[in-house]
T-cell receptor
Framework: ETGVTQSPTHLIKTRGQQVTLRCSSQ?????VSWYQQALGQGPQFIFQ???????GRGNFPPRFSGLQFPNYSSELNVNALELDDSALYLC?????????????FGPGTRLLVL | AQKITQTQPGMFVQEKEAVTLDCTYD???????LFWYKQPSSGEMIFLIYQGSYDQQNATEGRYSLNFQKARKSANLVISASQLGDSAMYFCAISGTASKLTFGTGTRLQVTL
């Protein structure tokens, strides 16, 4: 069984640029959630995708957008990067009906915005 | 809205001893799930244990057990026989009718010799 994978592992961007982060879900999982974890804090929910549709969104501006593909992999896109976007971005996959949708996380992408 | 409170920013425990990490929660959802995750310095969130709000018995997974007290809205994690590899950040989280997870601020556990 393949776990959740994310790419890239690290990324450095400058303010105003755009970034795309990628996530492959665990086999058998059709739901992907994205979280932002700033230094010293707990992860904050960005949004969730289920069967290629957005299925819930946290308190993040529209410049945070996403996609889910037919193979259930997902992308997180952030436009007009700000310094405060520097964080660890975590992707999690889950399967409805299994242990109340326990979410299994990938290793994360560390984004630094200069 | 849901909220998780972890009041212990840091904890020390000696190897082979047991340790309890505190978690209290608040939710208006009639049905919810409580989770504990471990985050080593590498960053990956590792699922440890789950407790459903209607489960009659406390959850256990190997050396991890969850002390669930619904009336007090607490879901403390107990790690028995601590090992050096248990040193990490530990996060309590809750999910409800919306399947998103709401996390606490975490507790940093340091296991000493």
């Amino acid at each position: 069984e393949t776990g959740v994978t994310q790419s890239p592992t690290h990324l450095i961007k400058t303010r105003g640029q755009q970034v795309t982060l990628r996530c492959s879900s665990q086999s058998g999982h059709n739901t992907v959630s994205w979280y932002q974890q700033a230094l010293g804090q707990g992860p904050q929910f960005i949004f969730q995708y289920y069967r290629e549709e957005e299925n819930g969104r946290g308190n993040f501006p529209p410049r945070f957008s996403g996609l889910q593909f037919p193979n259930y992999s997902s992308e997180l896109n952030v436009n007009a990067l700000e310094l405060d976007d520097s964080a660890l971005y975590l992707c999690a996959s889950s399967s409805p009906g299994a242990l109340q949708e326990t979410q299994y996380f990938g290793p994360g992408t560390r984004l630094l915005v200069l | 809205a849901q909220k998780i409170t972890q009041t212990q920013p840091g904890m020390f425990v000696q190897e082979k001893e047991a340790v309890t990490l505190d978690c209290t929660y608040d939710t208006s959802d009639p049905s919810y799930g409580l989770f504990w995750y471990k985050q080593p310095s590498s960053g990956e969130m590792i699922f440890l244990i789950y407790q459903g709000s209607y489960d009659q018995q406390n959850a256990t997974e190997g050396r991890y057990s969850l002390n669930f007290q619904k009336a007090r809205k607490s879901a403390n994690l107990v790690i028995s026989a601590s090992q050096l590899g248990d040193s990490a950040m530990y996060f309590c989280a809750i999910s409800g009718t919306a399947s998103k997870l709401t996390f606490g601020t975490g507790t940093r556990l340091q296991v000493t010799l």
